[in-house]
């Protein structure tokens, strides 16, 4: 009887992953976390689980999407701004040199942010978001944004959220970039989703209670700030994390390091040929010293190429 | 039929508020916005409530709570801190002279808030919490803290729960303090809890990865602070607001403003006998513009004599 169970979980939970080590040390977690009467018994309140977003729960190459939007999005605004043909770094965007936009280095990039992100009330920018997330392809897959999520990662919140977790997303994006989209191709509400922030600025706009984004960094949630942010919005430590690269290492050891079972996962983009394989020296999704940790910390590595059967929703294999 | 189920309503629902209009607003809005077909319909994932905690959902007079806990904490620490009895403001405090503490202004306050809530460990300051929230009584009503929360007021928290409601509070208190009891005595988790905090340093402690508090404020969630947290932290604007005081002004405009059926809220303290009286010249809780605002507003003015049967839970009347 045990085994016929067994076979049956196999097969209805989590059907995209292989029948690997990795789906394996995802679902025996849950059921020890969730089990009534186990030594490892979580009460629901307590089941708090974070995730990355860029190359954790979606694609992160070539470029960041949300860097895909802040580009297409100086193009868009050019000619209102005949004085970029000349300023960097809108020069160089405008132009398509990528190595001009990458030698203004930070200082560039604020630039390009504070265009394209800040100054407009948070409902307008909401707007320009979902606008452009409702039309913007990705050249290669030839597919919205928003339907090149990983399936295998669509079931793992689900079945976290059917045994009671609480799932947040913890990215270093932009808040509202992804609230954009998070309810309706995750599942999770914009409440739950924790990210980088810009200041707002409360006052009346033409007689209406208005909150104007600033050109001010309010939070980076990246690295260190992982830890922070989780503890200022949730107030509880995790007890599952899932990151794709170096800038999760932080949140996996706050989260690994509490007492009782603990959950770290690494997504690996080990397949080229589904989607891309990178990790020690990628610009986006830089995975190393997390790759070195790993095993040590007793975080799962999940390689992509061998434990997915799948990769995005509805793809033809 | 109707006068039937209505009376039943008005006896089974917020059994501690008389049935005065007040009661009548929030039953009327709740049932507005939870009626299927109705044109002011709103589905669950978007019926979000916030509650303003000091004055609103627990007592502030004589002094903030948060400012007892500063004040009592100075003295417990006073023997490891030989130089506080000549160093301004400890030295005021520590010879109950609170008109010398006054005297130091915000500078004085922020060395008190940095001598008792920075410098330790996240964990270490919610024990230090946790053990003086247990211990210590409030000398006019000789209660605990916790008791000394407003009976109608855990009704409304339960009521719109009940209907579908997530009640978040956003407070100008410090988010770990109200941590500790909210779960417990207002049925609201950690993560519905939004207040002012202190940054995280992230670091490994003795090997053990840790967050330390940091005596640089990274957010005062009070006034303007208060949409601008709402919407970091939610994502979404709230259908209903409860405030006391002119802190809360901003946080009852940001909501109200909003499309459909809207419901604000201000608890006016004018019962000296049961609790205390006091509004436009109060030091803690001033209320003095919402006041004159709320009629031409639509905000509901709770008057805490008229419209409470009971002020405390299981209070002898
Ligand atoms: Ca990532
Ligand atoms: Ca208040």
């Known amino acids: 009887a045990a085994s016929t ?17 990795a789906k394996k040390s995802i679902v025996d977690f849950v059921a020890r976390v969730t089990q009534a009467g186990s030594p490892d018994y979580v009460p629901p309140a307590e089941r708090i689980a974070v995730f990355d977003n860029d190359g954790t729960l979606w694609l992160e190459q070539p470029a960041y999407v949300q860097l895909v939007f802040t580009l297409q999005r100086i193009h868009e605004l050019a000619p209102q701004h005949p004085e970029w043909k000349t300023e960097e770094p809108f020069r160089s965007v405008l132009a398509g040199d990528m190595k001009g936009v990458a030698a203004t280095g930070e200082t560039g990039v604020a630039k ?7 100054g407009m009330s948070t409902s307008d920018f909401r707007a320009t978001v979902h606008d452009w997330m409702s039309k913007a392809q990705d050249p290669r897959f030839k597919r919205s944004y928003t339907q090149l999520v990983y399936q295998p990662m669509l079931e793992v919140l689900q079945y976290m959220r059917a045994n009671g977790f609480k799932t947040y997303i913890v990215s270093g994006g932009g808040v509202e970039f992804i609230r954009d989209y998070s309810e309706r191709v995750y599942g999770v509400p914009p409440e739950h989703v924790i990210g980088s922030t810009a200041k707002y600025k409360y006052s009346f706009v033409g007689g209406v209670p208005t909150l104007t984004r600033l050109a001010q960094i309010d939070n980076v949630d990246d690295g260190p700030g992982k ?18 690269s170096d800038g999760d290492i932080q949140m996996l050891e706050w989260t690994t390091a509490g007492p009782g079972a603990r959950l770290g996962v690494i997504v690996h983009h080990t397949d080229a040929e589904r989607e891309y394989a990178y990790d020690r020296t990628s610009k986006m999704g830089k995975l190393d010293k997390g790759l070195d940790e790993a095993p040590a910390k007793g975080w799962v590595v999940v390689d992509m190429k061998q434990d997915w059967k799948t990769v995005f929703p509805n793809a033809t294999q």
Chains 1, 2 share one sequence.
């Open 227 to 244: 830890p922070a942010s989780i503890e200022h919005v949730i107030g509880r430590r995790p007890i599952a994390a899932f990151g794709n």
């Open 5 to 21: 169970s067994e076979a049956v979980v196999a097969t209805s939970v989590l059907p995209s992953w292989q029948d690997t080590a």
């Open 112 to 118: 390009l942010l504070a265009a394209t992100h800040t």
